[in-house]
């Protein structure tokens, strides 16, 4: 089983649609979450970290956890096609600091 | 993040030579992660270190890779005698201490031969 999983898409949404990422987590001990976004041929870029259960709202975009079914996704609204990107989920376990990425979902904001 | 700078931005090399990868972190930092990214693939952990220790090296390959963090100096992750599967992107990351939010760097694109 992956540590951290996602659908490594494409999510295709329309412009100006909500977008909605999903993870997954197996370690149950973990503590921090974060949403990281990559642009092609470019490192990731942090846009938002979560680390208590319920949402989290950042300008157009919206962290939620639920820890109880270790499940983090990311909503972004208004959509636009700048936001065409592959948005990485990162997860803190237990214990140190060590971070474990999932594969990442590629999201296509169609104009 | 500008403030995470790794050099070089390109390395070509041919099979069996050697690739350094150098990381010099956020001011202030003192926590380096190294990762490696496969074209289409996820970023996979390779190395945690701070300044003189290696905290974590448990995604490094226990042949030909090595990493350290010097007290002076940026971070270097060497590949000795490198393969074509060593053709990637490698990334490192800063963190402070207590931190949690880590940091990249713009990457090394390494390709072999």
């Known amino acids: 089983q992956k540590e951290v999983e996602q659908n490594s898409g494409p999510l295709s949404v329309p412009e100006g649609a909500i977008a909605s990422l999903n993870c997954t987590y197996s370690d149950r001990g973990s503590q921090s979450f974060f949403w990281y976004r990559q642009y092609s041929g470019k490192s990731p870029e942090l846009i938002m970290f979560i680390y208590s259960n319920g949402d989290k709202e950042d300008g157009r975009f919206t962290a939620q956890l639920n820890k109880a079914s270790q499940y983090v996704s990311l909503l972004i609204r208004d959509s636009q096609p700048s936001d065409s990107a592959t948005y990485l989920c990162?997860?803190?376990?237990?214990?140190?600091?060590?971070?474990?990425f999932g594969i990442g979902t590629k999201l296509q904001v169609i104009p | 993040n500008a403030g995470v700078m790794q050099n070089p931005r390109h390395l070509v090399r041919r099979r069996g030579q050697e690739a350094r990868l150098r990381c010099s972190p956020m001011?202030?930092?003192?926590?380096v992660y190294w990762y490696r990214q496969l074209p289409e693939e996820g970023l996979k952990f390779m190395v945690y270190?701070?300044?003189?220790?290696?905290?974590?090296e448990s995604g490094m390959p226990k042949e030909r890779f090595s990493a350290e963090f010097p007290k002076e100096g940026p971070s270097i992750l060497r590949i000795q005698q490198v393969v074509r599967g060593d053709s990637a992107a490698y990334f490192c990351a800063s963190l402070g201490t207590g931190a949690v939010e880590q940091f990249f760097g713009p990457g090394t694109r390494l390709t072999v031969l």
């Open positions: 001011k202030g930092h003192s926590h």
């Open positions: 270190l701070q300044k003189e220790n290696i905290i974590d």
């Open positions: 990162a997860v803190i376990g237990g214990g140190y600091q060590k971070v474990t």
